[in-house]
């Protein structure tokens, strides 16, 4: 597996989320926002953060397994690795962390 994590920069993920989130719809903004800020917090795991540095980078990098460029498609993968690593940090994601991302995602749609 590739890894994306090098793909990852905070301001280029808020711009493309940022870009997309009307075609994409608020819960794949608020999927995204979840897991950047658990990254932001200080409460998630270095583990966690790795994982979910990997799934953001994946979101940025536009030539990932199905191209952002394809219609819809092209952002299902995303959304599939998004979801998976919100599965396996979801422990450490606590209310004030959904919180945000749901108030920021209001503040979009």
Same mark, same amino acid.
């Given at each position: 597996m590739t890894d994306y994590s090098k793909h990852y920069d905070e301001q280029t993920f808020l711009r493309?989320?940022?870009?997309?989130s009307k075609k994409l719809g608020?819960?794949?903004v608020v999927l995204a926002l979840t897991l950047y800020y658990a990254l932001l917090s200080d409460k998630v795991p270095a583990w966690a953060r790795t994982t979910i540095i990997g799934a953001l980078g994946y979101l940025v990098f536009p030539a990932d397994a199905v191209?952002?460029? $394809?219609?819809? *498609?092209?952002?299902?993968?995303? !959304?599939? $690795?998004?979801t *998976?690593?919100?599965g396996a940090v !979801?422990?450490?994601v606590d209310d004030d962390?959904?919180?945000?991302a749901r108030e920021k995602a209001n503040e979009w749609f």
């Open positions: 493309k989320l940022a870009r997309v608020k819960k794949f191209p952002d460029i $394809v219609p819809v *498609a092209g952002f299902v993968d995303d !959304a599939s $690795v998004l *998976a690593a919100l !979801a422990v450490h962390i959904r919180r945000q």
